[in-house]
C-alpha cells in the first residue's frame, strides 16, 4: 500500500492515481456511459452511489437566497434584513473586467470546453505529480456553480451543508452530470451570471454585487481592473484572501490574478504590471443587517413585522415554510408605519423618559377603522447593552413583547361601562360609591357559578382620597376615575358582560391568556399590551367598529429576476358594540381630558379623549386615548415591576409622585400632536348625559391629575390577585392590608387564575 505523506495528504502517486480516476470518470461521463456502483475506478463501496444513469435528470436549483428590504408606508428605507446579504443583477450589470478576472482565475478554457475540461483535469494532474501536492484544481466554472447551488439548498443546515461539500466520488458523479445538464440548458453567459450572483465572496457577501458594496461601496457594474482581481481572487478562499483582514495576502492573490488575466491575453501585461502597482484602496460598508439598524427607532416596529412574517399562517402552513421564506429574502415589504407618525412617536418618548432612567416607556399609534400601526417605540433602544433590550414592551410575549404586559390600571374601566351601557344601564347610572367597602358577593359570572368573596377576611377596595365619597353617576366616576364605582358596576352586571366585551375588543393579557372571571379586573390588574389597549381603544373612536391590528400593506417577493406580489394578512373589522354606546364612552371620556385625571394629556386643537391609569404601588402607569382618526397608548414603569415610582426622575424631571396623567400624559399629547400635525381634525358624536339633580357635588379635585387609582384603590398589580408572595410567578411583594379569601384567586370557575401573573420572569 502506497504511504501517505508525512503532512497528511496523498504522495504524488496516491495524486496521480487519483486524478487519472477523475480524468477517467469524466471521459465515461462525456461518453454518456453509465458507470457502476463498484467496479475497476473503485468509486464507493455497495449501494452507496448511485450509477450515472439512475441520477435524476433535472437539477433542482432553488432560489438564491437575498436581502429582505423594509419600507415605511411612504416607501422610505426602514431597514435590511437577511440571513445571506445578496442582491441578483444580470450579467450586462456586471464589469467586464469582473467576468474576464474570473473567468481567467477559475477555469481560463470555461468559453473552449465543455461540462468537463479534459485538457483542464490532463493539466492538473501533471502539475500536482510534480508538486507532490494540489496546487492545481480540475473543476470547471459550471462545476464550481453546481456545488454552488447545493450549499445554498443546504441553506445553514450543517449536516446538509457538509453533504453539499464532502469530497466523495459520489458528490463528484452528481456534479458532473448535472454540470451536463447545466452547460445544454443555460449556456456560457447565463453559467457565468449565475455563478457570480451564487458564490461567496466572504464578509457575509454573496454575490457579486453584495462583494462590491462591502468591500469598495460602488456597484459592481462599476469596478475597476484592479478591483475585479481582487474580488475574483477572494473566491478560492474568502478567509485567507480576505483584504479587510490581510491586505497584504489579498494584494499578492489580486497581483496572481492580473498576471492571469494578461497570460490568456485578456489584457496587456502593461496594463497588468500597472494595475499591480495600485493599492487596494478599498471602501468598506460594513454589512447593515437586521432590525438593529432600523432608521427613526422603528427597530421594534420592524421586529414586530418579522414575528408578524413568521407567525402568520397566510405566509405558510408551517413555522418552517414560513422561516424557510424569511431566510430567502428577496422581499420588498412594504409597512403601515407612518413617518411623521413614528418621528413624532420617537421625539416625544426622548423628550420625556431617558434611556437610562430607572423605568421605560412604550407608545403605540394605532388608525381607528382600519387597524394601520402607524407609530412604535420605546424609550430604551433596541440592542443588548446597557439600557438597551431587545423586548418590544408595545406587544404581547407571542410578537417579542414581555411575558405578561402590564396591569393597565383605570385604563380598563371604559371596558367595564361599554359593557355596562350595552346592558342598558343609563349614562346617567348611579352607585353609592363609598370611600371603601368590601368587594360584593356573589357575583355572576358567564358559568353560572358567582364568584364569592369569601374567607376569613374579604378583600375590601377603596378610593385613592378619603374625601371621594359617593353617591356617582357614571360621568362623574369616569372623569375622577373612582374605583369603588365600577366594583359596584361590574357586581351590577356580573362578569359576563365585561367578558364578552373585552372577548369583542380581542383584550387578552400579554402572554395571549383569557381574562380571568374575577371583579379585581375592573381596576386593571392584569397584564395587558399597549397595542391591544391602543386597538381596543380605536373601537371608541370608531364608534364601535374593532379592527384587529396590522403592520403589512403589501410584500413583494423578488426570485431571481422575476418579482410577484405575495397575500398579506388582512385587518379584520367586527362590530364590537353599538354606535350609541362608542358615542357615550367618547363623551365619557372628553371628560377625562377636558377636567378630569387626564388634562394635562387634552389636545387643544382638536377633539380627544382617553383614560389615566396608575397600578398599585405605582409601578406602572399609563395613558391610552384617542382623536376620531388616531388611538395611542402610553405606559410608562419597570418591565421588571420592581420600581415605585414615587420620589423619582424621569426624563430630569423629579417626580413626588407619578400617575397615568402626569408623565404617560404628556408623552401621548406630544406625540398625538406630531402625528396629527397636518391631519383633519374630525369630530365625536356627542351624547347629551343629563346632569345630576340639584345637590352639593363635590369637586373631587385632587391635585396632581391623579388617577384615584393607585395605592390600594386598584388593588392593582396583584394586591388582590396574586402580589401576595409574589402570585404564581414568583418575586417579592409587600403584603396587602387584608387577606385573600380562600380559593379566590385560584378558586374554581369564578377565582382568579394563576394570580396576577405578574410576579416575577418579568424580560
Known amino acids: 500500500m502506497p504511504k501517505k505523506r508525512s503532512g497528511g495528504g496523498l504522495s504524488p502517486t496516491q495524486q496521480a492515481a487519483k486524478f487519472l480516476g477523475v480524468s477517467v470518470l469524466a471521459g465515461a461521463v462525456m461518453a454518456g456511459i453509465a458507470l457502476p456502483a463498484a467496479g475497476a475506478l473503485g468509486l464507493a463501496a455497495k449501494g452507496s452511489v448511485e450509477s450515472f444513469d439512475e441520477l435524476p435528470a433535472n437539477m433542482k436549483t432553488p432560489p438564491l437566497s437575498q436581502r429582505t428590504t423594509i419600507l415605511d408606508s411612504r416607501g422610505d428605507h426602514i431597514a435590511t434584513v437577511y440571513s445571506r446579504d445578496r442582491t441578483v443583477v444580470d450579467l450586462k450589470d456586471i464589469s467586464p473586467y469582473m467576468q474576464k478576472a474570473i473567468v481567467a482565475i477559475e477555469d481560463s478554457r470555461f468559453y473552449q470546453h465543455g461540462a468537463v475540461d479534459l485538457k483542464g483535469v490532463l493539466r492538473a494532474l501533471n502539475r500536482n505529480a510534480q508538486s507532490g501536492g494540489v496546487a492545481e484544481g480540475a473543476s470547471t466554472l459550471t462545476q464550481q456553480y453546481v456545488k454552488n447551488v447545493f450549499v445554498e439548498e443546504a441553506g445553514d443546515d450543517p449536516t446538509k451543508v457538509a453533504q453539499a461539500t464532502q469530497q466523495t466520488l459520489g458528490r463528484k458523479i452528481r456534479e458532473l452530470k448535472y454540470a451536463i445538464q447545466v452547460e445544454e440548458e443555460l449556456g456560457k453567459k447565463k453559467i457565468l451570471e449565475n455563478y457570480l450572483n451564487i458564490t461567496f465572496f466572504g464578509q457575509q457577501a454573496y454575490g457579486v454585487e453584495a462583494a462590491s458594496q462591502r468591500y469598495f461601496s460602488k456597484s459592481a457594474k462599476d469596478l475597476s481592473l484592479p478591483e475585479a482581481a481582487l474580488l475574483a ?142 407609530g412604535m417605540g420605546q424609550s430604551k433602544p433596541y440592542g443588548y447593552g446597557k439600557n438597551e433590550t431587545e423586548y418590544n414592551y408595545s406587544v404581547d410575549s407571542a410578537w417579542g413583547g414581555s411575558n405578561y404586559g402590564f396591569p393597565t390600571g383605570s385604563t380598563f374601566k371604559p371596558f367595564v361601562a361599554a359593557a355596562a351601557l350595552e346592558e342598558g344601564r343609563p349614562a346617567t347610572q348611579e352607585y353609592s360609591s363609598p370611600y371603601e367597602m368590601d368587594y360584593p358577593s356573589p357575583v355572576q359570572t358567564c358559568s353560572g357559578k358567582p364568584w364569592v368573596n369569601g374567607g376569613p377576611k374579604k378583600a375590601t377596595v377603596e378610593n385613592e382620597d378619603e374625601s371621594e365619597v359617593g353617591p356617582y353617576r357614571l360621568e362623574e366616576a369616569m372623569a375622577k376615575s373612582v374605583n369603588t364605582y365600577f366594583v359596584q ?275
Open 233 to 374: 481572487g477572494i473566491v478560492q478562499s474568502p478567509s485567507r484572501y480576505d483584504p479587510v483582514n490581510d491586505e497584504a495576502e489579498a494584494t499578492k492573490r489580486r497581483n496572481t490574478v492580473l498576471q492571469r488575466m494578461a497570460d490568456v491575453g485578456d489584457i496587456s501585461q502593461a496594463d497588468a504590471d500597472k494595475a499591480m502597482r495600485e493599492p487596494l484602496e478599498l471602501k468598506v460598508s460594513r454589512p447593515q443587517n437586521g432590525c438593529i439598524t432600523a432608521v427613526k427607532g422603528a427597530s421594534f416596529f420592524c421586529k414586530y413585522v418579522e414575528k408578524v412574517f413568521l407567525n402568520d399562517p397566510v405566509f405558510g402552513e408551517t413555522k418552517e415554510e414560513r422561516a424557510k421564506i424569511w431566510n430567502q429574502g428577496g422581499l420588498t415589504i412594504q409597512t403601515t408605519l407612518d413617518p411623521q407618525a413614528q418621528e413624532s412617536v420617537q421625539d416625544s418618548l426622548k423628550d420625556h423618559v431617558y434611556k437610562d432612567d430607572q423605568v421605560a416607556a412604550a407608545t403605540t399609534l394605532v388608525e381607528p377603522g382600519t387597524g394601520k400601526i402607524l
Open 489 to 763: 358596576m361590574i357586581s351590577d352586571i356580573g362578569l359576563c358582560p365585561v367578558m364578552k366585551m373585552t372577548d369583542k375588543l380581542h383584550v387578552v393579557q400579554g402572554n395571549g391568556d383569557k381574562l380571568p372571571e374575577v371583579p379585581a379586573i375592573s381596576l386593571g390588574s392584569k397584564g395587558i399590551s399597549p397595542l391591544t389597549m391602543a386597538t381596543a381603544y380605536a373601537a371608541f373612536a370608531s364608534r364601535g367598529m374593532y379592527c384587529t391590528p396590522i403592520a403589512i400593506e403589501s410584500i413583494k417577493q423578488k426570485i431571481g429576476n422575476e418579482e410577484k406580489s405575495l397575500q398579506v394578512p388582512k385587518s379584520t373589522c367586527s362590530r364590537a358594540m353599538s354606535e350609541r354606546t362608542a358615542d357615550t364612552i367618547n363623551t365619557l371620556l372628553r371628560g377625562v381630558v377636558d377636567s378630569g385625571t387626564g388634562q394635562e394629556a387634552g389636545l387643544s386643537d382638536r377633539d380627544s379623549a382617553g383614560k389615566t391609569g396608575t397600578t398599585d404601588e405605582r409601578k406602572n402607569a399609563w395613558f391610552v386615548g384617542y382623536t376620531p382618526n388616531l388611538a395611542g397608548a402610553v405606559w410608562v414603569g419597570s418591565a421588571t415591576q420592581q420600581v415605585q415610582m414615587e420620589n423619582i426622575t424621569i426624563g430630569g424631571v423629579p417626580h413626588d409622585k407619578v400617575y397615568g396623567g402626569r408623565v404617560p400624559g404628556p408623552i401621548w399629547r406630544d406625540a398625538m400632536t406630531g402625528a396629527l400635525a397636518g391631519k383633519e381634525a374630525g369630530s365625536f358624536n356627542i351624547v347629551d348625559i343629563p346632569d345630576a339633580d340639584d345637590r352639593d357635588r363635590r369637586d373631587g379635585d385632587r391635585g396632581d391629575g391623579g388617577d384615584n387609582d393607585n395605592g390600594n384603590g386598584d388593588n392593582d398589580g396583584g394586591l388582590i390577585e396574586g402580589l401576595t408572595n409574589g402570585g404564581t410567578d414568583g418575586g417579592t411583594f409587600p403584603e396587602p392590608s387584608f387577606s385573600i379569601p380562600e380559593g379566590w384567586i385560584r378558586g374554581g370557575d369564578n377565582g382568579g387564575n394563576n394570580g396576577n401573573g405578574n410576579g416575577g420572569n418579568w424580560p
